[in-house]
């Protein structure tokens, strides 16, 4: 249960962070927001696979820099489509 609970919270730091370094307006509500983050963690744990475990600053860097990667292909793919 602490570990649901923390990936919720890590994703609203990250996902929040991420909107706020993306350039423009990134419109989402909280719940879209926490998706963000555990997304942007996941996408850049599936890019680096360093397998450090545990909280570290590049493992932050790498997720907001993930989820900013997935606002990019989001809206890339909504303009294409």
Known sequence: MINILGAIMSGLIVGALARWLYPGVVAMDWIQTILLGIGGSLFAGLITTRGAAGFNRAGCLASIL??????????????AG
């Open 66 to 79: 993930g989820a900013m990667a997935l606002i990019f292909l989001g809206r890339w793919l909504l303009a």
